[in-house]
């Protein structure tokens, strides 16, 4: 039974999280030769202030890009 974990920040919409869920599950039983009903997608949303990228989190990056499209 395979089971993939996606960790993604919050913000998408239901139908995004929809399609995700469908499309991992349709690539993960071709590619593994698994029968579709054995597939498990887990999406897990983080706030962006618990993401970290290069020592910043994701929500002080996103605030800086904001402040300079202004």
């Not at 991992?24 to 997608?41: G, I, N, Y």
């Not at 990228?53 to 800086?64: C, D, F, L, M, N």
């Amino acid at each position: 039974m395979p089971f993939i974990q996606i960790n993604i920040v919050e913000g998408r919409s239901p139908e995004k999280k929809e399609k995700l869920i469908a499309e991992v599950s349709e690539l993960v039983s071709d590619v593994l030769e698994a029968p579709l009903e054995s597939v498990r997608v887990m999406i897990q949303e983080m706030q962006p202030e618990h993401w970290g990228i290069a020592g910043e989190s994701v929500k002080k990056k996103r605030s800086q890009a904001n402040q300079t499209i202004k």
